[in-house]
């Protein structure tokens, strides 16, 4: 049974859901889908069922209202879905708690939201070692921390949200390693003062950090994590400004926990899988798909918002949603112009209002080529395959032109995870080995099925018996 | 590294007993069991098939299948799965 709508929603992150809900509002039958049990994201991400936590962040706040506001809405939502393979005009199909399952509708939205990065460095493949995000999730929706001692590394704002999350519930940080300098932070600060409530945030979190004297290596990065068979010590040093590790003096810290992450990854897998138009920008995350203001792909009745269509931030990706949504309503004629444009007005405004922040935030981020210049050539860069930074050259040198075809020489990008956690890192040495921009070296070419699925799953309890045997073609 | 479950100001729901490898172990009912693994201890939970090198949940969010273990004869990622009474869990070799 494939069960048909007016629009298709793909993702129950801030984007997804208020897309959803402006395209229900506007009168149309919207099923929501997510591989989650719950409407939030990674972001928004509700807490465990069951778990109390006596006082709750802004961004649960924000995910409660939001999650509020949905079951009110009546829009279907099948949670708790892997959605494996997208395809025509448009069809979704998903395993689900109660097997396979497929959706059909002219419209839709791509929300899939983002996914870490992580770039190389010798032990990071170790037990114990875990990314930011991942380790947000722990503390956010969990109430569990990731180690007794945790150093927390990387770039970007989630540092000190991790750093300072952990302090809050009584653990210890070794240390902090940020990429950026405190000149990095300092040009950044008239874009975050541009959100003067998300600035103070940030400024609560460093005098926690402060309070706990914790101690802050700025403009450090991870040069190594040792351990036998799990993390056992981490080796911090000096990096300039573009990410390459420079001289100076090395500190070691002894941990069993390393929280580490360099930025998100857009993780648009729907516009790719159609082979809608995409573009490469650096600043929001890598391969985006090509969109107007709202939120339309270069193929008619495909949407996409969210930081999977490059990375902004949770608040704007509701903003974008909301623009997707509505855009959909008025393309289907159930809105017509001028409530369209009068319903879009708020959303565009808090885009706007948003950009100075969101840019000072992606900045900090982006993938810096001088530190994906300086992995070391033994360091595994496809976990999933374990192949190494050395093997990416020599396929290169051995005549790959382009991500794919290097993952035909190597098997990188070839595992389990589908390329996931190494496609950008692997495209950036494809690139700088050829010396050439990542637009001449691509993106993996999305298949089906977007996620591992059981077979035995996908096919469901038959009989041979019932297997139809199509009549025989005329002799 | 231990995991370990914060306790200022937090309730859990109820410990349940699930069985890792012939051992008994509790969590909280619904935990992803990534998190209740390590919170035991068990961080190492399989190991990559080229070079044999240990391996354990890395992302958190379903994305990089490194918890990927068996349970109840299935393979799954143990960030998705929730610790539920009884499961039968096998560690390593889940994908050969």
């Not at chain 1, 959803?20 to 807490?47: F, H, I, N, S």
């Not at chain 1, 990065?117 to 991942?134: E, H, K, N």
């Not at chain 2, 939970?45 to 992302?59: I, K």
Request: aromatic share 4%.
């Amino acid at each position: 049974v494939i069960r048909k709508a007016d629009l298709l929603v793909l993702g129950a992150g801030p984007a997804g859901c208020h897309a959803a809900l402006a395209g229900a509002e506007a009168g149309l039958d919207v099923v929501l889908l997510d591989e989650q049990d719950t409407a939030g994201g990674q972001g928004w991400r509700a807490p465990l069922a069951g778990l109390g936590m006596a006082r709750k962040g802004a961004d649960a706040l924000a995910g409660d209202a939001m999650r509020q506001r949905l079951a009110r809405s009546g829009i279907e939502c099948r949670f708790g879905r892997r959605v494996w393979s997208v395809g025509g005009r448009f069809r979704l199909d998903a395993m689900g708690p109660d097997g396979a399952e497929a959706f059909e509708a002219e419209r839709l939205i791509a929300a899939t939201g983002a996914h870490e990065r992580v770039v190389p460095f010798p032990g990071w493949t170790l037990p114990g070692v875990i990314g930011l995000a991942g380790a947000t999730v722990l503390l956010k929706a969990q109430a569990v921390l990731p180690g007794k001692r945790v150093v927390v590394a990387g770039a970007g704002p989630l540092l000190f949200a991790v750093a300072a999350g952990i302090i809050a519930k009584g653990g210890e940080v070794a240390a902090i390693a940020d990429m950026d300098g405190r000149l990095a932070w300092m040009k950044r600060l008239p874009g975050l003062a541009r959100r003067l409530d998300l600035l103070r945030e940030g400024l609560g979190w460093s005098l926690s950090i402060l309070g706990a004297r914790v101690p802050l290596l700025a403009g450090h990065g991870i040069r190594r994590a040792l351990g036998e068979n799990q993390l056992e010590t981490v080796v911090i040093g000096p990096v300039d400004g573009a990410g390459a590790p420079v001289g100076g003096a090395e500190r070691t810290f002894d941990c069993d926990a390393l929280a580490i992450g360099h930025g998100l990854v857009p993780g648009g897998e729907a516009p790719k899988i159609l082979r809608a138009a995409h573009v490469f920008d650096r600043q929001r995350g890598g391969w985006v798909p090509t969109r107007d203001a709202y939120g339309r792909c270069s193929i008619a009745g495909l949407y996409a918002c969210g930081d999977g269509a490059g990375i902004a931030g949770a608040r704007p990706s509701a903003a974008a949603g909301t623009l997707a949504g509505l855009a959909a309503a008025h393309d289907a004629g159930r809105l017509n112009q001028a409530s369209f444009a009068a319903l879009a007005e708020p959303a565009i405004q808090q885009l706007s209002a948003y950009r100075p922040f969101a840019a000072a935030v992606t900045e900090a981020m982006a993938l810096r080529g001088a530190q994906v210049a300086a992995i070391p050539p033994e360091t595994v860069v496809c976990r999933c395959e374990d192949v190494t930074r050395a093997e990416i050259d020599a396929a290169v040198d051995a005549g790959a032109t382009d991500i794919n075809q290097m993952k035909h020489f190597t098997r990188c990008g070839m595992g389990p995870c589908q390329g996931r956690m190494c496609g950008d890192i692997a495209a950036e040495l494809v690139a700088q080995r050829r010396g050439v921009g990542r637009e001449a070296v691509g993106f993996w070419t999305q298949r089906v099925p977007l996620r591992p699925v059981a077979l035995d799953q996908l096919l469901g309890r038959f009989d041979y018996a019932d297997i139809p045997i199509p009549p025989p073609a005329p002799l | 590294m231990t995991a370990w479950r914060a306790t200022k100001a937090v309730t859990r729901p109820a410990f349940v007993t699930f069985d890792v490898d012939g051992q008994a172990m509790t969590a909280p009912d619904g935990e992803p069991l990534s998190t209740a693994l390590a919170a035991a201890g068990l961080l190492g939970l399989r190991h990559s098939p080229r070079n044999g090198a240990p391996r354990g949940a890395f992302c958190h969010m379903g994305v990089c299948q490194e918890c990927v273990v068996t349970v109840d004869g299935r393979t799954v990622q143990a960030c998705l799965t929730p610790v539920r009474a009884g499961l039968a869990v096998r560690l390593g070799g889940a994908i050969p």
